[in-house]
């Protein structure tokens, strides 16, 4: 499998001073909480604090990351092209404010202390490792006297190269397609995907949970789905045919409590599983998504995932929760940049089919993957990207595309539960 280039870029060791505050009390210090905006066009603007540095011997950790943007071809050569209002090319900026409650109306006002700006070269697609900006810098001027230097801003800049396996579901999930590896406009078949869905009653067993439901069927017993979904299955094989992942659900989909649809009180939950090395014909758990439906102006669709740990007792680790738009859908992603994780100094086992366990910390694995899918509704094709430091065999890919075929049909399996309609008249 031949992977496709991507750059990260990165952004962390904040901390802003005032240098000027050091040794003379009489000087006030920032009085409100300050907060970066991060803008790179043509992505979301991210947001996040920034911690204030007392002591002129003070730095930040050298270490943390709080914002991170990971970058195509594409994209650098359309961050490299001036666009229609700008001669120039794009680049990094950085805003910080104060933010603070107004007294008298109770709105948050935002007050600018200045903007730190990197422009984008040539320079950030060589893909070597690279550190653009590293140390303090002046932001804004000194409000009694111009000619001293006012705010300043630590950060780290770095590029780091992100290579990454892209795959693509050729067709609906539910239509069992072919899953093909993208490299550029080449499309390699790689797996195959294999769903059912079986609405009669079945037992689960321990050593083989999939060997004993599995139905060739794809009937849907209209009146049982329409109190619950259960029983929905995905194998993903290899080229030769054999099974290498798959996924099932093991806590129904059912309305809740006077709503028809499912809620964040008693969620769906998939598990996801791969072959075990030591049982022939067995499956081992290896992660559990858990899906619901938050009402609203526009209904979100909400996924927790949990990887299933052997190591030190670790039992379920939190790695993602998502919240996607109902109607639009989105990307359901891993990526510990994004996700705050507990207990930091935690490894993760790898999905490796062979029965050997990687030790990822999450402290440093960054992104793993990403899934984009489609809203309720809508011929959902998933879109998948895996890094490729996390893939090690065609195996420990092919667990992710049963966690992406899981995603995606958990947004149909979240719709709302409609009553049984009457049958329209002749006359209507």
């Not at 139905?215 to 094989?237: A, P």
């Not at 769906?268 to 009402?295: F, H, M, N, T, Y």
Request: aromatic share 8%; net charge positive.
């Amino acid at each position: 499998m031949d992977p496709q280039n991507f750059i990260r870029l990165s952004i962390g060791s904040l901390g802003i001073r005032v240098p000027e505050r050091f040794g003379n009390p009489s000087i006030p210090t920032l009085s409100s909480p300050c907060i970066c905006e991060i803008r790179l066009r043509g992505f979301p603007v991210q947001t996040t604090p920034v911690p204030y540095i007392t002591s002129p011997d003070a730095h930040p950790s050298a270490h943390t990351v709080v914002s991170s943007f990971y970058l195509e071809e594409s994209d650098l050569r359309a961050l490299l092209t001036p666009s229609c209002f700008s001669a120039s090319h794009a680049c990094l900026e950085i805003g910080v404010f104060t933010r603070k409650k107004d007294s008298n109306c109770g709105v948050m006002i935002k007050k600018a202390i200045g903007v730190f700006k990197l422009n984008v070269s040539p320079e950030w697609g060589e893909g070597k490792p690279v550190v653009l900006f590293n140390g303090w810098t002046g932001i804004g001027k000194n409000k009694q006297d111009s000619s001293k230097p006012g705010a300043e801003l630590h950060l780290k800049v770095k590029l780091n190269p992100d290579p990454r396996y892209v795959f693509q579901f050729e067709d609906e999930t539910k239509l069992s397609p072919q899953i093909v590896q993208l490299q550029g406009t080449v499309k390699q078949p790689i797996f195959s995907c294999k769903f059912s869905r079986d609405s009669y009653n079945y037992r689960v067993s321990p050593m083989d949970p999939l060997s004993a439901s599995w139905s060739s069927t794809d009937e849907l017993n209209s009146e049982k789905e329409r109190r619950e979904r259960k029983g929905w299955k995905v194998k993903i094989h290899d080229l030769s045919g054999s099974a290498v992942a798959a996924a099932f659900i093991t806590t129904p989909f059912v309305p809740s409590t006077g709503c028809d649809w499912v809620a964040k009180s008693n969620p769906g939950a998939w598990l996801i599983v791969r072959p075990d090395a030591c049982r022939p014909e067995s499956w081992q758990p290896w992660g559990k998504l858990e899906a619901w439906r938050e009402r609203g102006t526009r209904d979100s669709i909400c996924f927790r995932f949990h990887v299933l740990s052997e190591v030190h007792d670790a039992g379920e680790l939190l790695m993602s929760e998502v919240t996607l738009n109902a109607e639009k859908g989105g990307e359901f992603f891993i990526d510990t940049d994004r996700h705050s994780q507990p207990g930091n100094a935690t490894p993760l086992p790898s999905p490796q089919s062979s029965g050997d366990f990687t030790c990822l910390s999450t402290s440093h694995c960054g992104f793993v993957m990403r899934c984009k899918v489609l809203g309720e509704g809508k011929p959902s094709k998933p879109l998948v990207q895996l890094a490729l430091r996390h893939v090690t065999c065609v195996e420990d890919a092919a667990i992710f595309m049963a966690l992406a075929a899981a995603v995606d049909l958990s947004i149909e399996a979240c719709k709302p539960f409609r009553r049984k309609l009457r049958r329209p008249s002749r006359h209507s």
